[in-house]
């Protein structure tokens, strides 16, 4: 099954030149076929660089693809498919990629080795900013963005499964046809544009047929299934916590109007990470050079793509598999010398073998020309060749099994590091991943990694035929570097040489964790997928320690670079900021509801009625409903989170700054969060619905910040205590009935109203949909609040609404809500603006003597309580005609209008219809002790200059007999 279609030619353009391509191709293979061997600078030393490997592992073929806004850079030209009209660039090159005047960096390499900028840039001091770091930014970096917005379109998406298989190579096609067979939903993924892994690259038997006629046959049988999909082009790129997955699937190129990329979000109850290995490179003078590529990777052009990387080619290899590909070149025409440093070593084919020797250097600026031998007796020979295909080993590419925190370790037998078959909970490991190398066995590993999840996920496992393979895995010998004098590079892809790692283990940085960040290995797009293990060889060799002793470095995610315009798919306009409305949206607008922006949420600002002149009448219509008849507000954008289990009311306990354990079920309470710097994040009450169930309730805006803070506490904190925490606010309608006649409306609504105390709670019915009943106030007067099934809001806030316009009321929006909290001191965000401490609010005696919760120790500070810190007051204009406005500042009488005389600044205000003039809350330095002071008020922003007085927050009902009768 050949990768390519030679009936279906396709033409794109390198750097204005025009190539000739296949369907099928990739850049790379395309590249390699027109004989362009130059296809990159390398980043720091600008040397130049061509195609090294076959997949995204790539580490030197770079480029940029379209221009404009549609510009593309850092692709690895391994995995970018052709198309027609393709524009394809190179980079990090100026004013060609022939003659990149930033080479000069080469020259000054003995100068430019690592570390070299901390010890360089330091005198003057001055000259950092002015001159050094802006040389620096302006060199760094591969390509470039072309600085305008982007207006392709990608997706995002999320799917569920039984078991995800991550990799559809011999391993991976078996574990999927076990698992798909006894009935479990299989999602299979692999980055490949086809799937089958290395097998597509092999000219081997299998199950008595080639090999790719029984990838084509599995795969048609998968394809087949109702439970399976098949998802080529997509990489796997994070491993996340529940079983959940982060995916990126490259969509075929077509018109600007389809989907570039799309991003996944899936989860799965098992996984079979079947991922296989990576080729690495060895170490010695001038291996960088274009021409010089991976053994496995020049087998794989050469039986995927119909491309023969060289005519004249060196295997150099100390491993069986790499004769494979001198075998296949062999047969396909090239002239091949394998130069393999074992002197057991013995040809797999009909080509001249060097055994015993070793490469030691290369020639050739823009492409190979020549290559060095050096045998057992230190005698060196030049040989012609245009590539040199290398074989150092395999890597087991486990990365995403490290992204939970599992480690691998060396295993001396593999020739790599590997995972404990269970260091990964729910996940199994199967074939080249695993350190299993031969077909055979890794056919087997994946029909045992299937049924494994298949018997986990309570089904019955069917185990496939298991097919005529080859049980060679090679034998092999490890060799990670060359002694020969010259640069030899470990990480091709910053640049990093064997001298760069030892200086760096010489000048006490030879831990794996340290050497990367004092040289920048595995800092590169490819994070050092085929460099790390060599390095850490080096390492070892240069501090005199066992390779199994070191460790490795720490691999995160994304496994490869994924895009921001993927990951925020959708992300545009109201992508971007989403509306979210409460159920009773329609309900609202159909009463005449102006919409504003609360936090995320739409909600009713005012309810305009015929005649009225704007939102001020309006608003003085509903706060006059709610003090003298009754009002109803749909208050569902509320944030609200169901807290349940045995240890809720103890972590609640730690969390909340009163006293939890008190409150019975039935009950509501008041209650702080605290930030661990003892400032308050949130005020709401906390309703105990039933044993081992509560309800805490946050402001609109601050869900997320509060629900991270919950999390934070209950899986970082505290992972011992016995509690779910739901976010529920979508789940519930919320509806606030606030006046003097509020038990009448309830009364007429309910099926049966209970008699609550204030802060109690009870289960309640309407028309037969149950929900619960809180005798909540934020208004100051007699209230409640209403939850019922979000399905239900819709209907039950037309009823309400009907209900009390019955009553001589109606709905009423934020601006009354805002009046009517004013009016009685009551906070929102503007007062808890993350500088104020409980005792600033007013509220210090909610914090309990006994301590034990978030901030407890901090809001305890001596400074808390300092003379000097701005506290909450009321005000009011001695002119009662002059309004008062948010964010005015308050002075002395005859203060000089500076910042050091600022005494504090307005925080909300309102025209109070009740009280029949403006009223403020502030937040004023040593407030409570300023009562009944005179102050000026000053707000350039609006021209106002005024006198108030200074008064208690609350100005309406100061008894609160209203709310408690």
């Known amino acids: 099954m050949s990768g390519i279609d030679p009936g279906q030619p396709i033409r794109f353009h390198f750097d204005g030149r025009a190539v000739q391509g296949f369907a099928g191709d990739t850049v790379a293979s395309a590249l390699l076929r027109a004989g362009q061997r130059l296809v990159a600078r390398s980043f720091k030393y600008h040397r130049p660089r061509g195609v090294v490997s076959l997949g995204s592992d790539e580490p030197s073929a770079l480029v940029t693809l379209g221009r404009g806004a549609a510009q593309t850079p850092n692709q690895r030209a391994t995995m970018v498919e052709i198309h027609e009209g393709l524009e394809v660039f190179s980079q990090n090159a100026w004013p060609s990629l022939a003659r990149d005047l930033q080479a000069v960096n080469d020259l000054a390499a003995p100068f430019l080795g690592a570390g070299f900028y901390y010890k360089t840039f330091l005198w003057p001091r001055r000259a950092w900013f002015r001159l050094y770091e802006p040389i620096i930014r302006r060199a760094a970096g591969l390509g470039a963005l072309s600085g305008l917005p982007d207006r392709g379109l990608d997706e995002k998406a999320f799917a569920f499964c039984d078991l995800l298989v991550i990799g559809a190579g011999p391993a991976g096609l078996m574990a999927a046809l076990t698992a798909a067979r006894a009935g479990a939903d299989v999602i299979l993924a692999d980055e490949g544009a086809a799937m089958g892994g290395r097998l597509l690259y092999e000219t081997e038997d299998l199950g008595g047929m080639p090999a790719t006629a029984w990838v084509a046959a599995a795969l048609a049988e998968l394809a087949g299934w109702p439970n399976v999909r098949l998802m080529p082009r997509t990489t796997v790129t994070g491993v996340y916590d529940h079983g959940t997955f982060a995916a990126l699937e490259r969509l075929p190129a077509g018109s600007p109007e389809r989907p570039r990329e799309c991003f996944w979000r899936i989860v799965a109850t098992r996984t079979v990470l079947s991922t296989g290995a990576g080729e690495r490179m060895i170490a010695f003078p001038g291996n960088d050079r274009p021409g010089v590529m991976l053994a496995g990777a020049v087998r794989g052009y050469l039986n995927r793509f119909g491309v023969l990387a060289g005519r004249r080619v060196v295997v150099f290899a100390a491993n069986d598999d790499a004769h494979r590909t001198a075998r296949d070149l062999a047969g396909a025409g090239a002239a091949v010398v394998v130069v393999d440093p074992r002197p057991e070593a013995v040809a797999l084919g009909d080509y001249p073998l060097r055994a015993g020797s070793e490469v030691v250097a290369t020639r050739g600026r823009a492409a190979l020309s020549s290559v060095a031998l050096r045998d057992a007796g230190g005698r060196v020979e030049w040989l012609a060749a245009d590539c040199l295909a290398v074989s150092g080993g395999w890597n087991p590419t486990l990365q995403l099994a490290c992204h939970l925190g599992a480690k691998p370790h060396w295993d001396e037998a593999v020739g790599g590091f590997v995972m404990a078959p269970d260091a990964v909970p729910g996940m199994a490991f199967a074939g080249a991943v695993a350190g299993v190398f031969s077909t055979r066995a890794a056919l087997s590993a994946g029909i045992r990694a299937g049924a494994e999840a298949a018997r986990a996920l309570g089904l019955a496992p069917v185990d496939p035929d298991l097919p005529a393979a080859s049980d060679a895995a090679g034998a092999m010998r490890l060799v990670w570097q060359v002694a020969a004098p010259g640069r030899a590079f470990v990480d091709l892809a910053n640049d990093v040489t064997v001298k760069d790692l030892q200086l760096a283990a010489a000048e006490g940085m030879g831990a794996p964790e340290h050497a990367k960040r004092y040289t920048t290995q595995g800092m590169a797009p490819d994070q050092g997928r085929g460099s790390n293990t060599t390095a850490l060889a080096v390492l070892a060799d240069a501090t005199a320690s066992a390779l199994a002793a070191g460790g490795t470095t720490t691999a995160r995610p994304p496994f490869v670079p994924v895009s921001i315009s993927a990951m925020g798919a959708g992300g545009a306009g109201r992508g971007f900021a989403p509306v979210r409305l409460t159920p009773a949206h329609a309900a609202a607008l159909a009463r005449g509801a102006v919409m504003i922006e609360a936090g995320p949420w739409l909600r009713a600002s005012h309810f305009l009625r015929p005649g009225e002149s704007g939102w001020a009448t309006s608003c003085a219509r509903e706060v006059a409903y ?120 309830l009364a007429q609504t309910l099926d049966s109203l209970p008699d609550l105390v204030f802060m109690g709670a009870a289960p309640v019915s309407a028309g037969g949909a149950r929900g619960w009943l809180m005798r909540i106030s934020y208004s100051g007067e007699l209230g409640y609040e209403l939850a019922l099934p979000a399905r239900y809001g819709d209907a039950a806030f037309r009823a309400l609404c009907d209900a009390a316009e019955a009553l001589g009321g109606g709905a009423y929006g934020l601006e009354a809500m805002n009046v009517l909290r004013i009016e009685k001191g009551f906070l929102t965000h503007a007062e808890i603006d993350g500088r104020v401490s409980a005792e600033d609010l007013g509220l210090g005696r909610m914090l309990r003597a006994s301590g034990g919760h978030i901030g407890a120790e901090m809001a305890a500070r001596p400074a808390f309580a300092e003379a000097g810190r701005k506290q909450l007051v009321g005000l009011r204009p001695l002119a009662k005609a002059m309004p008062i406005a948010a964010g005015g500042h308050l002075f002395a009488q005859g203060a000089v209008l500076a910042p050091e005389n600022d005494l504090g600044h307005v925080t909300s205000a309102c025209d109070s219809p009740t009280l029949g003039h403006p009223l403020a809350l502030a937040l004023l330095r040593d407030g409570r002790g300023r009562h009944g002071e005179t102050l000026r008020l000053w707000d350039g922003l609006r021209g106002t200059d005024q006198l108030v007085e200074v008064t208690a927050p609350t100005t309406y009902d100061p008894e609160g007999g209203r709310a408690r009768g």
């Not at 289990?645 to 609640?652: K, R, V, Y």
Request: charged share 25%; glycine share 8%; aromatic share 10%.
């Open 626 to 745: 709610v003090r003298h008849a009754v009002a109803v507000a749909d208050v569902s954008s509320l944030s609200r989170f169901d807290i349940q289990g045995p240890d809720a009311a103890e972590f609640l306990q730690r969390i909340c700054t009163n006293t939890i354990s008190t409150l019975k079920p039935g009950h509501a309470r008041y209650t702080l969060l605290l930030r661990e710097d003892g400032q308050v994040m949130e005020d709401g009450p906390l309703v105990h619905l039933e044993p081992g169930r509560f309800w805490l309730y946050t402001s609109s805006g601050s869900g997320e910040a509060v629900r991270r803070h919950l999390e934070l506490a209950a899986q970082g904190y505290w992972p011992d205590l016995r509690l779910r925490i739901f976010d529920a606010t979508e789940n519930w309608a919320q509806f606030a009935i606030a006046g003097p006649r509020a038990r009448d409306l």
